[in-house]
């Protein structure tokens, strides 16, 4: 049941990435950050409520409260470079980098949770990482210039990779033994009080009140995305290897070039398309 939940924070995960995309055209992404995080905040407590789990929270133990805080810090962290490098670059571009957290995440649940990496994982981390750089290496075509920020947005889409896999270590720890609605619930207030700390110190408060009302609304879209793909991402890492949970989620890179394409005309080479079929490939591979 858990692969199912897995593939379900796929599919969320992948219209988030074009929703959010559709509401930062204009809107500074900070401040989107920490708005979308708000609609997410809202909805995972009212799934807390509904399974009835928050009478649960005064038995947490502090080691679980601790991860779950440092897993919330990286989300945030790993959202704020995501939406950065979503606005100044590519979704075909930028979505790609940030799926290879796949590899880091395998090495680091081999260190820390003792998950084996046998020689089928091995395989599937060459394939993805191959994949993955034939992606990065996508060439800029004739009626699509480069962006005038150059490539600034490739060292927000790293940064977005190492921290979208310390979060999926750290949370795979902060969970053990915690209902997987109520710790997403806790460690999305962690992201909401980063998400404003960092709005309010680059003094961009004032930019919320110029968000246009249509890019306010793709916004809370992709809150809500956001918030089913964290609810079946944490479900499923709950019952689930991590090792194999995260590489799943990452089929969320279908959708999102998928509409990419429909929606803002983004169209990959020969090369890049090869390292779709690479990275799928490999993200399979993990599921044997």
């Known amino acids: 049941m858990w692969i199912l939940f897995a593939f379900g924070s796929a599919i969320f995960a992948g219209l988030t990435a074009i929703l959010a995309k559709c509401g930062i055209r204009k809107t500074d992404s900070d401040a989107a950050t920490a708005i979308r995080t708000i609609v997410v905040l809202i909805f995972s407590w009212i799934m807390v409520l509904i399974t009835g789990s928050i009478g649960t929270i005064g038995s947490l133990s502090t080691k679980t409260w601790i991860f779950l805080v440092l897993s919330g810090i990286a989300t945030g962290a790993s959202w704020l470079c995501y939406f950065k490098a979503l606005q100044m670059g590519d979704v075909n571009k930028v979505v790609p980098i940030d799926k290879s957290s796949t590899i ?15 020689l089928v994982k091995g395989i599937a981390v060459v394939l993805i990482g191959v994949g993955t750089f034939m ?11 480069e962006k005038p920020k150059g490539r600034s947005w490739l060292v927000y889409a790293l ?33 909401l009080v980063m998400a404003w700390v960092v709005v309010f110190v680059k003094g961009k408060q004032h930019t919320i009140r110029e968000i246009p009302k249509n890019e306010l609304g793709f916004i809370c879209l992709s809150g809500l995305a956001t918030g089913g793909s964290w609810l079946c991402y944490y479900k499923a890492l709950h019952d689930g290897m991590a090792s194999v949970v995260v590489p799943i989620d990452k089929l969320s890179i279908l959708v999102s070039i998928a509409f990419s394409f429909i929606v803002f005309k983004e169209r990959l080479t020969k090369k890049a398309a090869v390292g779709l079929c690479l990275i799928v490939a490999g993200t399979l591979t993990m599921l044997l």
Do not use: H, W, Y
């Not at 990065?136 to 210039?145: C, L, N, V, Y």
């Open 104 to 118: 880091l995440t395998i090495v680091l649940a081999f260190i820390f949770l003792g998950e084996p990496i046998t």
């Open 135 to 145: 992606m990065i290496q996508k060439k800029e075509t004739a009626d699509e210039p």
């Open 159 to 191: 940064l977005s990779t190492v921290f979208a896999s310390l979060t999926a270590i750290l949370g795979k720890v902060g969970i053990e033994g915690v209902e997987s609605n109520l710790g997403t619930a806790i460690r999305t207030c962690v992201v």
